[in-house]
């Protein structure tokens, strides 16, 4: 008997660990599946990355949707917010792939907006690095269309670089007291945006 009760004295501090992975992963999934359809509807309007053409259509997709992002982004201070995170900008990057591929500069000014709310850099955050994800194979399509880590897609080459954002966000996911309501509005806005900017090129 005292062996049984030892092991399971040894056994008990498991169990909070095991309670906030499954937190972590019910609020990834509700996000996932929530937010498929805005999800897939900004996909499609990316399209495919199958000639130089559609490649240039997605970096100047991509800087009018991140560009102005990174802009009201830009006040917050990351380690006061979110202990063990580090938001990764590639605003400079993106100008200067868009210079190698002669698209025209996207000007940005500093956002006067405020303070974003917890929920609403939550949100965000879950489309910023939840895109990321798909870097590396984006950069071996642009690779294959002549452009590299130094002309074109220097903006994918550094997102694909190995590092730890996306496990940082899925922990800060669970880190606070989060409404994930509207966590899921900002991340379906933050979609729209995306969705938004690459249909601005159809109009222009």
């Keep these: 008997m005292p062996l049984l009760n030892e092991r399971a004295c040894r056994l008990q501090p498991a169990a909070p660990l095991q309670r906030t992975l499954n937190l972590i992963s019910s609020r990834r999934m509700f996000l996932r599946d929530r937010s498929a359809d ?3 509807s900004r996909d499609r309007l990316v399209g495919p990355l199958d000639t130089r053409g ?3 259509r997605y970096v100047a997709g991509i800087a009018a949707f991140r560009l102005p992002l990174e802009a009201k982004l830009a006040p917050v201070v ?3 917010v979110f202990a063990g995170y580090a938001f990764q900008p590639l605003g400079n990057l993106l100008a200067e792939d868009m210079i190698d591929l002669d698209l025209t500069a996207i000007r940005t000014e500093s956002s006067d907006a405020g303070p974003m709310a917890l929920e609403e ?3 965000t955050l879950y489309v910023v690095e939840g895109s990321a994800l798909g870097s590396i194979l ?3 399509r642009a690779e294959a269309l002549g452009m590299a880590a130094t002309f074109g897609a220097r ?3 550094a ?3 190995p590092g730890d954002q996306w496990r940082s966000y899925l922990t800060l996911l669970e880190a606070r ?3 994930m309501e509207l966590v899921l509005e900002f991340v379906t806005a933050t979609f729209q945006s995306a969705e938004t900017a690459f249909a601005s090129l159809e109009a222009n």
Excluded: C, I, K, N
């Design 38 to 40: 805005a999800h897939a």
């Design 78 to 80: 990351w380690s006061q």
């Design 155 to 157: 903006h994918l080459a």
């Design 177 to 179: 007291p989060l409404d």
């Design 121 to 123: 850099l939550v949100g």
């Design 138 to 140: 984006l950069f071996r």
């Design 54 to 56: 559609a490649y240039r």
């Design 159 to 161: 997102q694909s670089m």
